[in-house]
């Protein structure tokens, strides 16, 4: 993101988790999250990357799509081990007034947005995203790339 928007516009600000929400691909096949209650479980929350936006950019990362504002709890990975090893979460502080997508299920992802959204994940899980999670709840909707070609790091 701050390679299409400009460090001045966006600001990486770490690991978020939102408890009582289920991610999913809406039916225009765009990634987005629905509230099942107050439950946690794989289906019951959604972990991300939180972003600190300028409001300019708000409006153009909406572009007219359904979006909700929530509470997030924010979580970081031990960074004294290396990527790829299962690693404990710390809850952070609480941060309000997060805009997230909403969506209806039953939809795919286009084929254009297979390779970001796999980098992402990679990106992800390098901040500590926890892989079952990712394998539970993204696999079913984000596949692998058909061939790594394409992927610019």
């Given amino acids: 993101m701050e390679k299409t928007f400009g460090e001045a516009a966006i600001h990486f600000v770490g690991l978020a988790r939102l408890d009582g929400w289920k991610w999913i691909v809406s039916e225009g096949g765009k ?9 946690i479980g794989s289906a ?6 939180l972003w600190e936006v300028k409001e300019n950019v708000v409006e153009i990362l909406r572009g007219g799509r359904q979006t909700e504002t929530v509470d997030v709890v924010r979580v ?9 090893i299962p690693r404990e979460l710390e809850e952070g502080e609480e941060i309000s007034g997060v805009f997230v997508f909403r969506g209806g299920e039953n ?8 390779v ?11 901040e500590g995203m926890p892989m079952g999670w990712v394998g539970a709840v993204l696999r079913k909707w984000v596949p692998f790339p058909k061939s790594p070609k394409g992927i610019v790091w």
């Fill in 31 to 39: 990634p987005g999250v629905v509230h099942v209650g107050d439950s």
């Fill in 116 to 126: 970001g959204m796999n980098r992402a994940i990679v990106e992800a899980q390098s």
């Fill in 107 to 114: 939809g795919a992802l286009e084929e254009r947005d297979v």
């Fill in 76 to 84: 970081e990975a031990d960074q004294s081990v290396g990527w790829g």
């Fill in 44 to 49: 019951g929350v959604v972990f991300g990357i």
